[in-house]
């Protein structure tokens, strides 16, 4: 009996020996089976459609960037953008002239208005001159036609002295010489209203002529003010050629840019790896026609893994950046890697969820949460990218 006490004593103190034990290494660490090993998935998808003429990469393959994944058939786009720098040259051609024109077009408005000028001047003095002339043929109308009635008054007189130098004569009280002296002062008065009224005509041929003239000088004016206005509609002429020019340099900046979109395009059909990593859920095959915008495969960067733990949130008292982490992945037998608490999410795992909880609905359950935790390796600990996303790996923080 007292054998057996000392049996059960000493398996009570070995057991109190393993218990403190336990305590003591374990005291001061957190751990958590809930993580695995993280990386960043890019996803490469096709900016421009058509058929696939070549992918020369295959699942699980490692690339570097800038290395083609995929290629399409560049024809269409090659034809879009050849007739894109057809248009550029067409639209510059366009606004050369366009801008060639502006200073053209100002100077030679600026001397049809000079001329305009010189024009309606010209026609102001003509029509001046033209209507002095016909004051001047009226004034003298008016002369030798008050000349004429004083010829034809005279002419008059000496016809009556002639009738009554007649009588006399044949009574012999006037002498023949003194008649033929009335008759020749008759005929002299008959001469002179015929000259007189020769030029009556004649100064009125020159009203008409005056008149004709001062006609013309009108419709001269009426056709220099026209040029003149015309001449002064200058401005509005420059400043339409000039959005002329504006407009032809818009066109070409629409036209540049179209080009640029087409080359854009035409170097899209071939598809690069923007960075590296390894090929994953490739989906594009040659002959295939794909859309913009369709994804044709991921790529995964290796070499940038990291640890994302979900802690418990009654665990994370003690858990602080930059602390310590070994971590255990279940996929090498327990392989021990190093690194140290990056970061701690600002929210609990439940409220990124697609339904998160709602605890006032009356129906509340208490529920520890869990806190993502992210924990970087350090480097060189995994030269041969044994890691992959997803992997199971147990974490334990060293809080002290």
């Keep these: 009996m007292t054998g057996r006490i000392r049996i059960l004593i000493a398996v009570a103190l070995v057991a109190a020996l393993g218990v403190g034990a336990w305590f003591y290494l374990t005291r001061g660490q ?25 992918v020369p990469v295959a699942d699980n393959q490692a690339v570097d960037a800038g290395a083609i994944l995929v ?4 024809r269409e786009y090659q034809i879009a953008l050849d007739r894109a720098r057809a248009e550029l040259a067409n639209a510059e051609a366009e606004a050369l002239a366009a801008n060639a024109n502006v200073p053209i ?23 001046d001159e033209a209507q002095h002339n016909l004051d001047a ?34 009574k012999d009280e006037v002498s023949q010489q003194q008649y033929d002296a009335a008759v020749a002062q008759l005929e002299s008065s008959r001469a002179d209203v015929a000259v007189a009224r020769s ?34 509609t200058a401005p509005e002429q420059v400043a339409a050629i000039k959005a002329r020019a504006q407009s032809s340099a818009a066109r070409v900046k629409q036209a540049q840019a179209a080009v640029g979109r087409a080359e854009l395009d035409l170097e ?38 990291w640890i994302t733990a979900n802690f418990k949130e009654t665990q994370l008292e003690d858990v602080r950046v930059g602390q310590p982490v070994s971590i255990e992945v279940d996929a090498y037998g327990g392989r021990e890697f190093k690194g140290k608490v990056e970061s701690i999410a600002a929210a609990t795992g439940s409220r990124f969820s697609l339904l998160p909880p709602e605890n006032a609905t009356g129906n ?13 390796l350090e480097a060189g600990q995994d030269p041969d990218h044994l890691l992959r996303p997803g992997m199971s790996v147990t974490p334990t923080v060293r809080t002290r």
């Design 71 to 74: 290629e399409i058939d560049p």
């Design 137 to 170: 043929a009226e004034a003298r109308l008016a002369s030798v036609r008050a000349k004429v009635s004083g010829e034809e008054a005279a002419a008059a007189r000496d016809e009556r002295d002639v009738a009554r130098m007649k009588g006399l004569l044949a």
């Design 364 to 376: 509340f359950v208490k529920v520890v949460q869990r806190v993502p935790v992210k924990i970087v």
């Design 199 to 232: 030029q009556v005509r004649e100064a009125e041929v020159a009203i008409q002529v005056a008149r004709s003239r001062l006609a013309q000088s009108k419709v001269a004016q009426q056709v220099a003010g026209a040029g003149l206005r015309t001449a002064e």
């Design 268 to 305: 899209h059909t071939v598809v690069k790896a923007p960075i590296k990593g390894v090929v994953s859920r490739k989906s594009a095959e040659t002959g295939q026609v794909i859309q913009p915008g369709q994804p044709l495969m991921t790529i995964i960067p290796l070499e940038q893994v």
């Design 105 to 127: 077009t100002a100077t030679s408005t600026s001397s049809g208005v000079t001329t305009a000028k010189s024009g309606v001047e010209q026609a102001q003095a003509f029509a």
């Design 30 to 54: 957190e751990s958590t089976d809930d993580a695995q090993v993280d990386a960043h998935v890019t996803p490469v998808a096709a900016r421009v459609g058509g058929t696939v003429l070549k």
